[in-house]
């Protein structure tokens, strides 16, 4: 299973961006998936999840009303919609995959990962 994020670029704040990554290797319906981020010096945090079956969404309060997670299991995709974007925002961002997931928080539940995409936000 490999798991490929793109989508990341240079943008002002209050601009909006959206990410998108690509899962091959298997059905995207056997996954729950999240986006995690991770800033200069800070560990990576919890973004977004949704579960397998596309049931449950959950956001963190920092990314709530502001981010939308997606899913096209027709594709093997999944979009990150990032509105309102904050200088805070910034930070690399990386897709994983837990198989038959429920959308975790937790960055262990998780056995595959994407790279990472950048997302720079100038005030």
């Known amino acids: 299973v490999q798991l490929q994020a793109s989508g990341g670029g240079l943008v002002q704040a209050g601009a909006s961006l959206k990410l998108t990554c690509v899962v091959s290797g298997r059905t995207l319906r056997s996954f729950g998936m999240a986006w995690f981020r991770q800033s200069p010096g800070k560990e990576r945090e919890f973004v977004t999840a949704?579960?397998?079956?596309?049931?449950?969404?959950y956001y963190s309060d920092s990314v709530k009303g502001r981010f939308t997670f997606s899913r096209n299991d027709d594709k093997n995709t999944v979009d990150l919609q990032m509105n309102s974007l904050k200088p805070e925002d910034t930070a690399v961002y990386y897709c994983?995959?837990?198989?038959?997931?429920?959308?975790?928080?937790?960055?262990?539940?998780?056995?595959?990962w994407g790279e990472g995409t950048l997302v720079t936000v100038s005030s």
């Open positions: 994983a995959a837990e198989l038959y997931g429920s959308g975790r928080v937790r960055e262990g539940s998780y056995g595959y």
């Open positions: 949704v579960s397998w079956s596309g049931d449950h969404t």
